[in-house]
T-cell receptor
Framework: DTAVSQTPKYLVTQMGNDKSIKCEQNLGHDTMYWYKQDSKKFLKIMFSYNNKELIINETVPNRFSPKSPDKAHLNLHINSLELGDSAVYFC?????????????FGSGTRLTVV | AQSVTQLGSHVSVSEGALVLLRCNYSSSVPPYLFWYVQYPNQGLQLLLKYTTGATLVKGINGFEAEFKKSETSFHLTKPSAHMSDAAEYFCAVSDAYNTDKLIFGTGTRLQVFP
């Protein structure tokens, strides 16, 4: 019974395509996140949502659009994919109302743009 | 702004030897500090965290870390390395005013030799 699940696990697509990654958490957490991990393993926050409200929107191209239909789901849609978008994308959740709670991560989606 | 520096992108130890992974942080307010482990092709798993109270915190798999405010450090240790400890380790920081955001270090790859 996976706590934070992402689909798909692997995604290979051509430049210019549009793709979506889905994330669901069954932990009852109030906040969800998208992180990007590049080829050097560096993790950078992209977005966070608290109870469906966008809280953090880092400097990310507007080709990336998150959507949170409810507090258990946070999807990431990417338009006009570019080679530089190739990375592993991690979804995470937390109970941000509790200071220092920490995150639970999904297993990641490896996006390869060719 | 908060930041985390992990000294040494690669650390190699022999099985049974002491593991020491270094992490220094920068924060203008009392920090919350975390260590995460990432095994190949997996998501990040919380090893341990410091929020308040006892400065020596114990985590899973025999790891522990000590918060030293005077040195702005939160180094991760394990007395005796096991082959299964080989992974990427990430230090991260947040605080009571930025509970929505974890800032990660660049990671340290731990190799364990027989």
């Amino acid at each position: 019974d996976t706590a934070v699940s992402q689909t798909p696990k692997y995604l290979v697509t051509q430049m210019g395509n549009d793709k979506s990654i889905k994330c669901e958490q069954n932990l009852g957490h109030d906040t969800m996140y998208w992180y990007k991990q590049d080829s050097k393993k560096f993790l950078k926050i992209m977005f966070s949502y608290n109870n469906k409200e966008l809280i953090i929107n880092e400097t990310v191209p507007n080709r990336f659009s998150p959507k949170s239909p409810d507090k258990a789901h946070l999807n990431l849609h990417i338009n006009s994919l570019e080679l530089g978008d190739s990375a592993v994308y991690f979804c995470a959740s937390s109970q941000a109302s509790i200071a220092g709670y920490g995150y639970t991560f999904g297993s990641g989606t490896r996006l390869t743009v060719v | 702004a908060q930041s985390v520096t992990q000294l040494g992108s690669h650390v190699s130890v022999s099985e049974g030897a002491l593991v020491l992974l270094r992490c220094n942080y920068s924060s203008s307010v009392p920090p919350y500090l975390f260590w995460y482990v990432q095994y190949p092709n997996q998501g990040l798993q919380l090893l341990l965290k410091y929020t308040t109270g006892a400065t020596l915190v114990k985590g899973i798999n025999g790891f522990e870390a000590e918060f030293k405010k005077s040195e702005t450090s939160f180094h991760l240790t394990k007395p005796s390395a096991h082959m299964s400890d080989a992974a990427e380790y990430f230090c991260a920081v947040s605080d009571a005013y930025n509970t929505d955001k974890l800032i990660f270090g660049t990671g340290t790859r731990l190799q364990v030799f027989p």
